[in-house]
T-cell receptor, first 109, second 116 residues
């Protein structure tokens, strides 16, 4: 079967750095996505990785290792507004997005 | 950037009635649109994928006669929840894929459906 694993909840301090991990087992791989979702709102796109390595975009970076079936989202200089759920999704061989359950990130002052 | 709108944002209906939700891509042509459902504190669940001008492809366990999807144009898809029941109460989100930008899906703001 297809499976995406990420921690259910994480807590971090304002101004700090947090890394949210995602491991996946899918039938084929055509890219990995990270989305941010605030409570009661739709997801918003953060990043896309299809090749191994680190993609940096401002305070957010995303890393991919296809051989390990592993990705992480790194958030630096955390702000209170970063409190949200972070969804990892993998596009499989049929170009379907397989979604993780999301990681709820709680930022404390 | 690409914008997807949904209407209505919130709807309350009585059990047994039908509700139509519209999803529009405002500044691009969406060759493919997706409909998701999300229950509280759970992840997105893909309900169906629709391509313009053809029948939607439903995920396993989703009743196609209950959740009617129409993708009549490159900018509009509709989801009709027929004979709604309280267990259909959920957050329904559509997303659209721009034919020119293969990898990204743009999400609508979602529709909160409450069936009483």
């Amino acid at each position: 079967g297809q499976n995406i694993d990420q921690p259910t909840e994480m807590t971090a301090t304002e101004g700090a750095i947090v890394q949210i991990n995602c491991t996946y087992q899918t039938s084929g791989f055509n890219g990995l996505f990270w989305y941010q979702q605030h409570a009661g709102e739709a997801p918003t796109f953060l990043s896309y990785n299809v090749l191994d390595g680190l993609e940096e975009k401002g305070r957010f970076s995303s890393f991919l290792s296809r051989s390990k079936g592993y990705s992480y989202l790194l958030l630096k200089e955390l702000q209170m507004k970063d409190s949200a759920s972070y969804l990892c999704a993998v596009r499989d061989s049929n170009y379907q997005l397989i979604w993780g359950a999301g990681t709820k990130l709680i930022i404390k002052p | 950037g690409a914008v997807v709108s949904q209407h209505p944002s919130r709807v309350i209906c009585k059990s047994g009635t039908s509700v139509k939700i519209e999803c529009r891509s405002l500044d691009f042509q969406a060759t493919t649109m997706f409909w998701y459902r999300q229950f509280p504190k759970q992840s997105l669940m893909l309900m169906a994928t629709s391509n313009e001008g053809s029948k939607a492809t439903y995920e396993q366990g989703v009743e196609k006669d209950k959740f009617l999807i129409n993708h009549a144009s490159l900018t509009l898809s509709t989801l009709t929840v027929t004979s709604a029941h309280p267990e259909d109460s959920s957050f329904y989100i559509c997303s659209a894929r721009d034919g020119r930008a293969d990898y990204e899906q743009y999400f609508g703001p979602g529709t909160r459906l409450t069936v009483t």
